[in-house]
């Protein structure tokens, strides 16, 4: 069907169907592969109406599902059922659900002008009355929709919290009604937000801007393309016409990889070496050992704080970590994130073979079991938030210095490039996408034998 959405089917008998696909996760908890329901009706538009219906009460199972708790299907219904009986109409019930939206509107706008004020630009109405969903309405469906396609749920958070900012900005208003003028609005208002403040709209952002420091080129390009990406998803589902924000992202003049810095061997030597370190016996050991682990690993950080000790494993006798989503609270950046990556010796020689057999006999399940599952963050939430306090302690952070737990992965990636390392092999250690069809749609992951070469060449003289 051309322009319309992927849960949107139509049977051989000119019916539309409601269909989602289960994320693999979640299917132990609902049972099933899929979830189907009849639209009951031959028309496309109220189908596609119908089915939003739909896709609001999944994206909440999903998100009961998500949280451990065991859906209940039978509270699925359409708002155009009662009981089970098919309202027969329906969609004249919905024709005067909108008149007395526009009659509301008119009375607001008239009361408005009664009182000698201007009516706002949201309040009166268009020439033509918009029938398209609400900004809110559309962030909702594709949550939805995202959520069944097991995008992560602190991805669609963000997202979420983006479009509240454009809803702050501009109102929640129909999706075919906003303008070119108005995601240049978005566009000013966002620029001058001060960094770490997208989940709220600051009571005068020019100010904050002044007294600091404003979001980066980067991240304001991160959030004009989810809000761009909302905007290709209403016009592909026939709501808009167009998208208002496309081509609005700012190009920058430098490469990819002077975004976020390496550790230079100075930077770890005072790291490790310092006063502040933490020592082998600290009462909290990931204090001690997710620096180290990331940096013979190249592991991102929560990929280290949410390890289980059964994830430390031991194939044809090479001791291995195996990065995985094997539990509910475990989660991967992407689906080549997963690896079977071999121990450095080093780390070997510090002991952590042994931490992990003490943790093992004091009867914990978790590498780390004193870190704690953030709703949004994962298991680095607190790790995250000690290691930028100890680097602001050992002076790695200022201005135009761009270093933290992530400059680790920089860090062993640009140590094995200078050595001249084949770039799939450093990919396989990393867990990123080869490049190439061959490899990435043939060839299988690196067996850990193959990658023990490539971890031991992480010689980095600093401890």
Known sequence: ??????????SRHSVYYF??????VLRPLIQRKEIRRSLQTRCKREAMIRARDFLAQVQQLFTEAFQGNKPALERLHGAWETGGTRLHGWASWLRQQRLVELCEALDLSSRSKQLGHQASTSVLLPEKPSYAPKLSEVQQELDALQAAQGVKPKTLQDKQAVTSLLIDTIGDMPVDLVTRKDALEFKA??????PRRHHRKPADPT??????????ITTLNNYLKMVSSLFNFAAKAAYCKGNPFEGLQIKQRRKVNQERQAFT???LRQLFSSESYPKPDDPRPHKYWLPLLGLYTGARMNELCQLYLDDVVSPNGLDCIHFRESRADQSLKTVTSERMLPIHSKLKALGFLEYVEKQRQAGHERLFPELTRHSKHGYAHAASKWFARLRERLGLKGEGVRKDFHSFRHTVADHLKQQGTDEALVAGVLGHQAAGITFSRYGKDYRPEVLLPVVEKIT????
């Not at 069907?1 to 139509?10: F, G, K, V």
Request: glycine share 2%; aromatic share 6%; hydrophobic share 50%.
């Open 1 to 10: 069907m051309a322009n319309a959405p992927s849960y949107l089917l139509l």
């Open 19 to 24: 269909r989602v696909v289960v994320p693999d």
């Open 189 to 194: 208002f966002i620029t001058n937000l001060p």
């Open 207 to 216: 100010i904050e801007a002044e007294a600091g420091e404003t979001i980066s």
């Open 265 to 267: 061997e100075e930077d």
């Open 460 to 463: 980095l003289a600093v401890l």
